[in-house]
């Protein structure tokens, strides 16, 4: 458990600031949803688990790199993250990953539930 925190917290940093602006008319729409971003082999099925989890606390995760980072990426990417984890804390408390980590695993248990192929279950066992 706490090596998935450490792995996200190190994976996650804001996003260019002009990717999330939207123009409508003349003003400029600044995205200011919170931004988890982090790095591996992408995984749309915990991506998907960790975003609607995430949303209850008003932060998203984006993936920015692939298996290997550089150095100053992975520096960039924890800097943004303890900025973020700040700013979550002071909103939900210092416990707030426990709860989200708990919700995070029973999304994803069900996902992955729904998604067991059903044949499989009708197999007889030996």
């Known amino acids: 458990m706490g090596r998935f925190f450490i792995i996200i917290s190190l994976l996650t940093m804001i996003g260019c600031k ?7 008319g003349k003003h400029i ?15 749309l ?6 975003n609607t989890a995430a949303q209850k606390y008003g932060f998203r ?3 920015v790199g692939g298996c290997v980072i550089s150095h100053s990426l992975w520096d960039s990417i924890n800097k943004e993250n303890e900025i973020t984890q700040r700013k979550i804390e002071a909103k939900f408390g210092v ?3 426990k709860k989200f980590a ?9 996902q992955q539930a729904d998604t067991y192929p059903k044949e499989v279950e ?4 030996l």
């Open 45 to 50: 099925g915990k991506e998907r688990a960790l």
């Open 29 to 43: 729409l600044k995205d200011t949803t919170l931004k988890m971003l982090i790095f591996g082999m992408p995984d």
């Open 61 to 63: 995760y984006y993936w």
């Open 18 to 24: 002009q990717r999330n602006q939207a123009v409508i």
């Open 95 to 97: 416990n707030w990953y």
């Open 102 to 110: 708990m919700q995070f695993d029973t999304i994803y248990h069900r």
């Open 122 to 125: 009708a197999i007889p066992k």
